[in-house]
């Protein structure tokens, strides 16, 4: 599987983005694509997730109620929408692909290259 990430940017403090990730190559193994963010110095974390088939979606905490992950399997593409964003979400965000549910990037079988988010008045 082939992932590339777009739609990062420099935003305000309650702002919103919306990141894309373009699928292409999808094999049997790709049940699940997800958003990480990478902030500087910082281990990459799970932001969200979602079952390619059934749509079933998972958040962290930190992101819940303010960020939504869709897709579009007809356009083969993931989608973060990120609202009322904040400072601590600058970061690079990172689409990737698992087999299974995943809340490390250990369990990330591919991934995408990254797009900055920097949040910032």
């Known amino acids: 599987v082939q992932l590339q990430a777009s739609g990062g940017g420099l935003v305000q403090p309650g702002g919103s983005l919306r990141l894309s990730c373009a699928v292409s190559?999808?094999?049997?193994?790709?049940?699940?694509m997800n958003w990480f963010s990478q902030a500087p110095g910082k281990e990459r974390v799970f932001v969200a997730g979602i079952k390619w088939r059934e749509g079933t979606k998972r958040y962290a905490d930190s992101v819940k109620g303010r960020f939504t992950i869709s897709r579009d399997s007809a356009e083969n593409a993931v989608y973060l929408q990120m609202n009322s964003l904040k400072p601590e979400d600058t970061a690079v965000y990172y689409c990737?692909?698992?087999?299974?549910?995943?809340?490390?990037?250990?369990?990330?079988?591919?991934w995408g290259q990254g797009t900055q988010v920097t949040v910032s008045s």
């Open positions: 990737a692909s698992s087999s299974v549910v995943v809340s490390t990037a250990a369990g990330a079988i591919a």
């Open positions: 190559g999808l094999t049997t193994s790709d049940n699940f």
